[in-house]
Every structure is written in C-alpha cells, then in structure tokens.
C-alpha cells in the first residue's frame, strides 16, 4: 500500500515548529520509522506532515552537574555511540541495543520512541525507571513532566496540541548505583514479549515494558526484602495482556525470569 497524499513543511525553528504542530490533522516526524509504515498502511492519515529534523538544537547529549539531557532528535545509533551514555547511563546503554536493527537505530529517535509510547518500546520503560523529566515544549514556553506521569496509555502522553517532545533529563548514575535491562524476544530485534529496566539507587525500582499499555511500575515487587517475597509480589503488580505467541501466564513467568535475573544482577557487589 501507499502513503495518503498529504501537505508536507519543514521547519527550521521550534517557534516554526510549534505553528505547524497546531495546524488541525498535523503530525510530527522525527526518525519516520515508525510514522512511515503507519502512513502506508493507511494507519495513519495526517493532512499536514511536520517534519522537525532541520532542528538542530533538538540534538545531542550532555552531561551537566550530575544531569544526563539527551535532546529529542538524537537518534538511537548516537546514543548506543555514546562514551557519556556508556559511563552516565548505562541502562540506556544497554537498552539502546535490543532496539529493532542497525537501519533503524540509524534513524530512529529518543524522541519520537517517547512520543508515541509504545507499549513494548524500551526508552519509555528506561526513562520511568530513571525517574526521567520529558522537557515537552509549546508556544507558551516549556513545561517539565515526570516519565511516571508522561505515559499514559496505549500510545497516549502528555503531550497538548502543539506540543513537542523537546528532550529527556535524568540524574547520572551515582558510584555506587547499579542498572540492567532485561528483554526476551523470539528474535533479537523482534518486540520485546517482556522487557525489564531495573534501577537500584536511593531506591530500586522494576519497570517492565511489553507488560501493559503503558511501562509498569513494579511498586511491590521493586519494594520487596528478597527475591523470592519480590516474585510472589510480582503477581499483584503484573497483569500482563496475552499476544498472538503468549499467554498472560507465560508472560507473567518470564517475568519472573527476568526479575531474578535483575535482582541478582543488582544485588552483586561491585
């Protein structure tokens, strides 16, 4: 199938941006791979096409008293290339290379992964386990909303007419802090049938993607004293939705697998 026609606009400025993003049937590209096959597929059929990647200022990474910013446009290849990523980062170090396949990771962007919220994307879980800030931005001017509150639901955010994800913000690893991410696929770089970013700080947190329509906070499970107290918590905090391959159950048993994984992982002295 082909794309519907629509009206196409490139702008070079966030105030142009913003303008365009307002326009009733607009839609924002950023990476295009996953807009694009939703276009040919007839998924999805914007009037006015904004393409935001002659933005420069909406890319790269810094790391600035002890905050990681990865700006919206930095794509998933940049941030796998990243030695600040790797030492500042390092779940989405990890993550970065369970994402679909080179060519896509070539264009593919932070921002565009949050912006529509795949259910079994994993920045989205990273970033709730990071306790991330999205910067999303408008022509009123910025707004800072926690990762915990961006996603909220199948492919929904908290994002108003307008409004674009401008970049991502986290506090950088502490020495004596740990991450891991988890996934089980049928293929490497199939969808996750279950994914796992797990942080252990000022305290641990177990965010699973492929587990329900947004990234699941595993509160019980992510408060528990051991890991055999953490996996009976787990039923309580999962209720992972069946797909064409897997049952509730199954996926509900491999993560438990992947949980075990990640606590024995964290646990280990440096």
Not at 37 to 66: C, K
Not at 139 to 161: I, Q, S, T, W
Request: positive net charge.
């Amino acid at each position: 199938m082909k794309a519907p026609s629509f009206a196409y606009s490139k702008p070079q400025s966030l105030a142009e941006a913003f303008e365009l993003a307002e326009r009733p049937g607009a839609k924002v590209l950023a990476g295009g791979q996953s807009l694009i096959p939703s276009l040919n597929m007839r998924l999805s059929a914007p009037e006015l096409l904004v393409d935001i990647t002659g933005i420069g200022s909406l890319r790269g990474i810094s790391v600035e008293q002890g905050v990681v910013r990865i700006g919206a446009l930095t794509t998933h290849a940049q941030i796998e290339r990243s030695a600040e990523i790797r030492k500042h980062a390092p779940l989405l170090a990890q993550a970065v290379t369970h994402i679909a396949h080179p060519a896509i990771r070539n264009r593919g962007t932070l921002g565009g992964s949050i912006a529509l919220a795949d259910p079994a994307a994993e920045y989205p879980a990273c970033l709730v386990a990071l306790k991330a800030t999205i910067v999303v931005a408008g022509r009123d001017g910025e707004r800072l909303v926690a990762a915990d509150n961006f996603f909220k639901g199948l492919f929904e955010v908290d994002l108003r007419p307008g409004e674009l994800v401008v970049a991502a913000e986290f506090p950088a690893i502490l020495k004596e802090e740990r991450s891991v991410f988890l996934e089980l696929a049928r293929r490497h770089g199939d969808y996750a049938i279950i994914g796992l970013a797990a942080h252990k700080g000022a305290e641990t947190r177990f965010v699973y993607c492929g587990a329900g329509a947004t990234p699941v906070f595993a509160k019980r499970a992510s408060a528990a004293k051991d890991l055999d107290t953490g996996k009976k918590a787990l039923e309580k905090d999962l209720n992972p939705p069946a797909d064409l391959y897997n049952s509730s159950a199954t996926k509900l048993h491999l993560a438990k697998v992947l949980l075990t994984r990640a606590w024995n992982t964290l646990t280990t002295s440096h």
